[in-house]
Antibody, heavy 122, light 111 residues
Framework: EVQLLESGGGLVQPGGSLRLSCVAS????????MGWVRQAPGKGLEWVSS????????YYEDSVKGRFTISRDSSKNTLSLQMSSLRAADTAVYYC???????????????WGQGTLVTVSS | QSALTQPASVSGSPGQSITISCAGT?????????VSWYQQNPGKAPKLIIY???QRPSGVSDRFSGSKSGDTASLTISGLQAEDEADYYC???????????FGTGTKVTVL
């Protein structure tokens, strides 16, 4: 059974930073693309970022480019999202996901974590 | 990102069939067979129920089926049950984007 367990969410002030982590089990982490999808309170789903199995390709939603950095450590089966210059609009539940990617894009989520809430407020 | 268009809500009685639409363009839904559907129960994470327009992951009930016509994809739930009450989202690959796009979401109510 695939399990994705996020941590690191919390309350942060505008302009602040936060690092999310996700530990994966039940899958061969090093051969799977991964990513983050977020959902603002009462709103729909939005891709944030994805990373290829090797870590060599990363994609970002335009609204987070230059502020968020996705990374992975296959020795620890861990996916991370470093978030900086946070804004109120970044407030959301962030889901760690196992992504299904083609040659140049990731458009499908095969598995979801339970999510971690990030609240950006003063 | 411009989301795919879904009806805000759909309802039906137990045992009935309902259909949820997902309207896009030739740059996404109409141009590729990479449409997926997700079910999200209240307070829970979404779950993949349809991928590649018509395919069901292992363990998903065959009461869920997907189709596509032109730029619009559809999810049909047959034999509606109380446990099907949830939010449903479509998603698709979109030309010129490295990340997919989601639909606006549809709340299904079982009367």
């Amino acid at each position: 059974e695939v399990q994705l367990l996020e941590s690191g969410g919390g309350l942060v002030q505008p302009g602040g930073s936060l690092r999310l982590s996700c530990v994966a089990s039940g899958l061969t982490f090093s051969t799977n693309a991964m990513g983050w999808v977020r959902q603002a309170p009462g709103k729909g789903l939005e891709w944030v970022s994805s990373i290829s199995d090797s870590g060599g390709r990363t994609y970002y939603e335009d609204s987070v480019k230059g502020r968020f950095t996705i990374s992975r450590d296959s020795s620890k089966n861990t996916l991370s999202l470093q978030m900086s210059s946070l804004r109120a609009a970044d407030t959301a539940v962030y889901y760690c996901v196992k992504a299904h990617c083609g040659a140049t894009s990731c458009s499908r989520v095969d598995y979801w974590g339970q999510g971690t809430l990030v609240t950006v407020s003063s | 990102q411009s989301a795919l268009t879904q009806p805000a809500s759909v309802s039906g009685s137990p045992g009935q069939s309902i259909t949820i639409s997902c309207a896009g363009t030739s740059s996404d839904v109409g141009g590729y067979n990479f449409v997926s559907w997700y079910q999200q129960n209240p307070g829970k994470a979404p779950k993949l129920i349809i991928y590649d327009v018509t395919q069901r992951p292992s363990g998903v009930s065959d009461r869920f089926s997907g189709s596509k016509s032109g730029d619009t994809a559809s999810l049909t739930i047959s034999g509606l049950q109380a446990e099907d009450e949830a939010d449903y989202y479509c998603s698709s690959h979109r030309n010129s984007r490295n990340l997919g796009v989601f639909g606006t979401g549809t709340k299904v109510t079982v009367l």
